[in-house]
């Protein structure tokens, strides 16, 4: 994440003050705020049947763990847009959105800072998986054979789809 030292607008060296409650970087000059916002992120809980598709990260942060396909909102896109062309750019699989299941807020140390996590649960049919060039591996998982992590975080999709 980008640390100004000096205003993007003026060029004035930036000072740390209380603003709205919180420490924040602004410009005495031409009053510019550096508020610091967090990267929106589209995930996709894709579904086919009662089993899950995940992601083996080919990428850092956390490479080499199996995830559900996400990644960045692009300027000019909606949050469901983002989520279905990450589901085909890390799966090569189509899907449709049924439900939104909610908008998390996650930190990333590693290289991303904070992020707002706008998760979908999304329906996938019967196309051929094919990893992208972020994934390492692309399957379906059973709930049962679903990483530990992963029971606990979708424990209420795998109860609804249980009925």
């Known amino acids: 994440m980008k640390?100004?030292?000096?205003?993007?607008?003026?060029?004035?060296?930036?000072?740390?003050g209380m603003l709205e409650g919180k420490e924040r970087k602004y410009?005495?000059?031409c009053d510019f705020v550096d508020y610091?916002?967090?990267?929106?992120?589209?995930?996709?809980?894709?579904?086919?049947?009662?089993?899950?598709?995940?992601?083996?990260r080919g990428l850092p942060p956390k490479k080499g763990m199996w995830a559900s396909p996400s990644g960045f909102i692009e300027i000019g896109e909606t949050a469901e847009e983002a989520c279905l062309r990450e589901l085909r750019e890390e799966?090569?699989?189509?899907?449709k959105i049924v439900?939104?299941?909610g908008v998390a807020r996650r930190e990333d140390?590693?290289?991303y800072g904070d992020m707002l996590i706008v998760e979908y649960l999304v329906k996938v049919g019967?196309?051929?998986?094919?990893?992208?060039?972020?994934?390492?591996?692309?399957?379906?998982?059973s709930v049962g054979e679903l990483p530990d992590y992963y029971?606990?975080?979708?424990?209420?999709?795998?109860?609804?789809?249980?009925?």
């Open 109 to 111: 140390k590693e290289l």
């Open 36 to 56: 610091k916002n967090p990267l929106p992120v589209a995930l996709a809980i894709a579904v086919k049947d009662k089993d899950f598709l995940l992601i083996k």
């Open 126 to 141: 019967n196309e051929e998986l094919t990893p992208g060039n972020e994934a390492e591996d692309v399957k379906f998982f």
């Open 27 to 29: 410009c005495p000059k």
């Open 3 to 16: 640390e100004y030292i000096f205003c993007p607008i003026c060029g004035t060296t930036l000072q740390i």
């Open 99 to 101: 439900k939104l299941l």
């Open 91 to 95: 799966t090569g699989v189509s899907g």
């Open 151 to 163: 029971v606990e975080l979708y424990s209420n999709i795998i109860k609804e789809m249980q009925k």
